[in-house]
């Protein structure tokens, strides 16, 4: 697949697609990669919790992903990191809005709502599961990129 039909593809990527120009970052949380992720969080549909958030860590978000499960998103910032992270890296779980049951969910990379269905990244896989009261359910894989290798283009494209 060529994804380099540059004018037709952005058209199409664009159609439908408009600036919210009314929308105003919440908070500054300094000028580097963090005011700009956090506040995409938020804008997103994520609420900051710091009240949940231990000394250890930058900040706790959270989001409703639905049948009584929250999503937290324990996100990091240290320059000593586990081996295979960067400097920013999140962690997820899964609480329910009810009671202390936690599913800890230390491998995924990334987590949101994708309509009614939660999806994750983990391994060099997208995932995807719908939620029950009982957790996650008809979980598959929506796609390994783990086959992908980088390819180097000259620009201009």
């Known amino acids: ?15 439908g697609i ?10 500054s949380y300094g000028g580097e990669c963090l005011h700009v992720y956090f506040n995409r969080l938020q804008r997103d549909g994520w609420t900051l919790r710091p009240d949940l958030t231990p000394d250890d860590l930058r900040a706790v978000f959270e989001k409703p992903v639905g049948s009584g499960w929250i999503l937290h998103k ?22 329910r809005d009810d009671s202390t049951e936690t599913i800890d969910c230390p491998e995924w ?16 896989r997208l995932h995807a599961a719908h939620l029950k009261a009982s957790g996650l359910v008809k979980e598959e894989t929506l796609h390994d990129f783990n086959d992908m290798t980088f ?3 000259t620009a201009p494209y």
């Open 74 to 95: 324990y996100c990091h910032a240290d320059l000593n990191h586990p081996e295979g992270k960067s400097v920013y890296f999140d962690r997820h779980a899964l609480v």
């Open 18 to 27: 408009s600036r919210d120009k009314t929308w105003q970052p919440p908070a």
């Open 109 to 124: 990379e990334w987590a949101d709502l994708d309509g009614n269905r939660l999806v994750w990244t983990t391994g060099g």
């Open 1 to 15: 697949m060529n994804w380099i039909n540059t004018e037709e593809r952005r058209k199409n990527i664009l159609d």
């Open 151 to 153: 390819s180097a283009i």
